[in-house]
């Protein structure tokens, strides 16, 4: 079974930093991409990051990248977004995703299992 666990959302300060994570079980890191994607308010959910099979390749959203770091973690079937440089436009509910249906791994609709979510709020 597919288990997805988000942790480390809370609140910084514009310029600060914070560290999420995802315990992952049920997916194949080597077979699997793995990524974060975020939800503000009245908005449509945005891919951040996402590291591709094997952990060969990691891709980032234009507006994090130089800021964000994705990283995962074989041994414990852990991801982890490291968040620098924090701005107010990054707060959201952020999302743990894995497993994409083939097809463009920025697009929510081509990854089939979700976490429930960690919430960051950035104060400035």
């Known amino acids: 079974q597919v288990q997805l666990v988000e942790s480390g959302g809370g609140s910084v300060q514009a310029g600060g930093s914070l560290r999420l994570s995802c315990a992952v079980s049920?997916?194949?890191?080597?077979?699997?991409?793995v990524g974060w994607f975020r939800q503000a308010p009245g908005k449509e959910r945005e891919a951040v990051a996402a590291?591709?099979?094997?952990?060969?390749?990691?891709y980032y959203a234009d507006s994090v990248k130089g800021r964000f770091t994705m990283s995962q973690d074989n041994v414990k079937t852990t991801v982890s977004l490291q968040m620098n440089s924090v701005k107010p436009e990054d707060a959201a509910m952020y999302y743990c995703a894995a497993g994409v249906n083939g097809g463009d791994w920025s697009r929510s609709t081509t990854w089939k299992y979700w976490g429930q979510g960690t919430q960051v709020t950035v104060s400035s």
């Open positions: 049920g997916v194949a890191f080597r077979y699997n991409f």
């Open positions: 590291i591709g099979p094997g952990g060969t390749l990691t």
